[in-house]
């Protein structure tokens, strides 16, 4: 799912290179910490956080296909 994630998310934004995912287990579920450069924040959420749901849909589906939880969560980082 990792691997996964970071294609997609490279993909949409401008500086690939400042992508980031952290892995988290948390009660039975992993949760995906997503860092991105700052002026790519608007593409990734897209409009009224579009995108970014279209994404965690993704992922929720293919966890659920291996039989797991798993939760996305966007980490804002101030430069």
Known sequence: MQAY???VVKGL???PDAVR???VERGGQTIYELRVHPT???K???RQ???IQAIRALMA???SKQ???CHLEIIEERQ
């Open 61 to 63: 589906v293919g966890a």
């Open 21 to 23: 995912v952290a892995p």
């Open 44 to 46: 990734l959420i897209g």
């Open 5 to 7: 994630l970071e294609f």
């Open 67 to 69: 039989g797991k939880r």
């Open 13 to 15: 934004v401008d500086r």
């Open 49 to 51: 956080g579009a995108t």
């Open 40 to 42: 790519d924040m608007g």
